[in-house]
């Protein structure tokens, strides 16, 4: 079955980087597209990012545009997040997920992973 | 940016009740409407895609229905496990966005 399992979640200071990471098994990663999307304490749901299957399509909600990075690495089945500049309200559960979207572009998040806190604080 | 506005915030139902949740976007999204059930500490579950289609593996008591810029998920009769949070989602346009959820409660 889909698995996305998360990794790299942590305090850090204000101002300070975190890369996290998604490992994914159970279906063909190079083929579908995939997101973060982040969740503060008691808060709703927020997209993060977006790349496409081959990784020629990047897209980034406005309040992370120029600090995050998302990247992708078909050979070993991983999505990464570089995050830099972190700032107190990037303070939040971080979801990977697939999306539905074979070879084409964002439609829905049909899997999702555990979560990874981040915890930007001094 | 897409506003998608959900009523209510919250609601108190029964098991056995049936329970209607909205979702209203700011602009015309077509169908582009997507739902998301979230128990307390859980990760997401898609229920319902392109605002009408079962999600394969969502239970059948769910459904959603609408266009354009009003939309609704309804739960035919609310089982115990069906208590969680409820976002609907829109992909017409970037950046995605999410409603602010539907939480409904014992």
């Known amino acids: 079955q889909v698995q996305l399992v998360e990794s790299g979640g942590g305090v850090v200071q204000p101002g300070g980087s975190l890369r996290l990471s998604c490992g994914a098994s159970?279906?063909?990663?190079?083929?579908?597209?995939m997101h973060w999307v982040r969740q503060a304490p008691g808060k709703g749901l927020e997209w993060v990012a977006f790349?496409?299957?081959?990784?020629?399509?990047?897209e980034y909600v406005d309040s992370v545009k120029g600090r995050f990075i998302i990247s992708r690495d078909n050979s070993k089945n991983t999505l990464n997040l570089q995050m830099n500049s972190l700032r107190r309200e990037d303070t939040a559960v971080y979801y990977c997920?697939?999306?539905?979207?074979?070879?084409?572009?964002?439609?829905?998040?049909?899997?999702w992973g555990q979560g990874t806190l981040v915890t930007v604080s001094s | 940016d897409i506003q998608l506005t959900q009523s209510p915030s919250s609601l108190s139902a029964s098991v056995g009740d049936r329970v209607t949740l909205t979702c209203q976007a700011s602009?015309?999204?077509?169908?582009?409407l997507n739902w998301y059930q979230q128990r307390p500490g859980k990760a997401p579950r898609l229920l319902i895609f392109?605002?009408?289609n079962l999600e394969s593996g969502a239970p059948s008591r769910f459904s959603g229905s609408g266009s354009a810029t009003d939309f609704t998920l309804t739960i035919g009769s609310l089982q115990s496990e069906d208590f969680a949070t409820y976002y609907c989602?829109?992909?017409?346009?970037?950046?995605?966005?999410f409603g602010g959820g539907t939480t409904v409660e014992i």
């Open positions: 159970g279906f063909i990663f190079k083929d579908y597209s």
């Open positions: 790349i496409s299957y081959d990784g020629s399509d990047k």
């Open positions: 602009q015309y999204i077509n169908n582009y």
């Open positions: 997920a697939k999306d539905t979207s074979y070879r084409g572009s964002y439609h829905d998040f049909d899997q």
């Open positions: 989602q829109q992909y017409h346009q970037l950046p995605l966005t």
């Open positions: 392109d605002a009408s």
